[in-house]
């Protein structure tokens, strides 16, 4: 049952900072992103579906669960009945057959404990996919089939998330823990399914690209102030629509993807009630208000302003201004298949539909609740705010402990160690394609008595 294990701990499935102090070239401005008509929704009832709905409606049985992990105790999410003891990135549902499955759900990539606390909505940082789980999939289904009578049903409960890993898991995997593939994912669920019936196909409808590009996960609180989402700002029209879009991992048709949908704009008014938690530790006002000083005249035309009379400008910056790693928005026009698809499928339907517009650049985030969100730019390649406001302290080469990782408040970001060559897969390894640390040079021109100071100031947002 360790094979079964592996497999029920599949992830389904974005914190860039950015300061401009040049003036901008003729041509090269920043883009401003036009608001799309929301859904709004009782947050309440958001909450109950994102932890105990049936977005997903197959997985594994809930009577093998166990037989992989043990009962979880601490119920973070105080959840009863069948989800008691159920990790929180999990949850006990109903297949269409009856049968009680459990499901990975959307807090498998926006949430985690962070110094035990779960905090939902954070993106989590310590996924893991550099394991390919094909063989536990294949190892479940052999077992699955085997069974019969009444438990044969538990098969055909578990047949569409079964069908899914063994097809998306061997083209899913990165040399280095901490980065989410979200991208590469959406991409592997479309490739096998008919835009318009959402139904499933055995052979690939699009050609896949051959390079899988990491991102960061973005914290789920800043959603309320932006008018597009993902790091490229290229996720436009109806967010939910693109926030039940995991269901593709096991969708049938369009009549189950309707129903899921209909309970998003919940899901959507949750997410927006969610406030970035506050700096637990004490801040120097004095410094701080030094630093808001500096932020107003540096950094406030592309972030915004906080606190009273807040204002977001909700800002798309071009790649020759920014200058990070551009391969997660240029994936976006080097394989177009995956635009393509969704800009004529089911989600671009009915009377809240979503589309994608690529944009070669990313958009400058909220920065509410920055100090948790390490590791930073989107693809998480600089371990702390220190390092992201000096580019000459990058490291090139750098370890974070998983297994008990440890933050380091004074200058926000994990603890980690500073490798001189590539290791194993806690070495995050800035020169591969799609990890580079390069780009936000801008908080290089101040002086490091204006970057501690700065720093102190981004504790209190």
Known sequence: MKKLSALIVIVISCTAFIMVTDKFKEGDKPEFIEPSKQRTGDAVKGFDYLITGDYLKSGIPYSLF????????????????????????????KAPNGELVVAPNCLQCHAQVFDGKLIVGLGNSLSDYTINREGAALFAEKFLKNLTGENAKK????????????????????STKGVNLADALAALLVSHRNPQT??????????LPSEIIPTDVVA???????????????????????????????????????EVDSHFNDVLAYINSIQAPKFPKPVNESLAAEGKNIFSITCKKCHGTYGEGAIYPN????????????????SNYSNPQFVNWFNQ??????????????????????????????????????????????????????????????????????NYETKNAPGNSEVYNTTLKGFSNEGHYFGDKLSDAERRSVIEYLKTL
């Open 66 to 93: 166990f037989m992989g992990l043990t009962k979880d105790t601490i119920n973070f999410l105080q959840r009863s009945g069948n989800n008691k003891n159920i990790p929180y990135a999990f949850t006990a549902v």
């Open 155 to 174: 098969y055909e409960a578990a047949k569409n998330f079964i069908r899914s890993i063994k097809a998306i898991s061997p083209l899913l995997i990165t």
């Open 198 to 207: 959402l139904e499933w196909s055995e052979t690939n409808l699009l050609t």
């Open 220 to 258: 789920w609180w800043l959603l309320k102030k932006k008018n597009a989402m993902f790091y490229n700002g290229f996720g436009r029209g109806d967010f939910g629509r693109f926030l039940m879009a995991s269901n593709l991992l096991t969708v049938t048709d369009t009549s189950e993807a309707k």
């Open 315 to 330: 800002l798309l910056i071009p790649e020759n201004i920014i200058k990070t790693d551009s391969a997660l928005y240029t």
């Open 345 to 414: 499928s089911w989600f671009t339907s009915g009377d809240h539909p979503a589309k994608l517009v690529p944009y070669r650049g990313y958009i400058a985030p909220p920065l509410d609740g920055i100090w948790i969100t390490a590791p930073y730019l989107h693809n998480g390649s600089v371990p702390d705010l220190e390092t992201l406001l000096n580019s000459k302290k990058r490291p090139k080469y750098w370890q974070r402990n998983f297994t008990a990782p440890s933050y380091n408040y004074d200058i926000p970001g994990y």
